[in-house]
Nanobody
Framework: QVQLVESGGGSVQPGGSLRLSCVAS????????MGWYRQFPGKQRDVVAT???????NVIDSVKGRFTISRDNAKNTVYLQMNSLKPDDTAVYYC???????????????WGQGTQVNVSS
């Protein structure tokens, strides 16, 4: 099975920085896309940033200029560099990957377990 393992979460003060990492492992080829979502308490999970294999990215407006997504295709790893963090960024952050399955003839979406990011003074 494919497994996504996140790391890099933690607690920082406003204005601080964190870098999240997510490694996809298992019987996979190059993921079609990898990205980051976040879930605020009592809210649905929402996209933060995504990056497809050719390097094209999408970042939501509320974090644009502060968060940067990057990807190492050789390592099946995606990163989220988070700068100028705000208390409103506090959430559980989830890694995801869309991976083509030959046997299924479809893209299968996988999720990490989530990593907590706390931003407070």
């Amino acid at each position: 099975q494919v497994q996504l393992v996140e790391s890099g979460g933690g607690s920082v003060q406003p204005g601080g920085s964190l870098r999240l990492s997510c490694v996809a492992s298992g019987s996979i080829s190059n993921p079609y896309s990898m990205g980051w979502y976040r879930q605020f308490p009592g809210k649905q999970r929402d996209v933060v940033a995504t990056m497809i294999a050719d390097g094209r990215t999408n970042v939501i407006d509320s974090v644009k200029g502060r968060f940067t997504i990057s990807r190492d295709n050789a390592k099946n790893t995606v990163y989220l560099q988070m700068n100028s963090l705000k208390p409103d960024d506090t959430a559980v952050y989830y890694c995801n990957a869309d991976i083509w399955s030959v046997s299924r003839g479809a893209i299968v979406t996988y999720w990490g377990q989530g990593t907590q990011v706390n931003v407070s003074s």
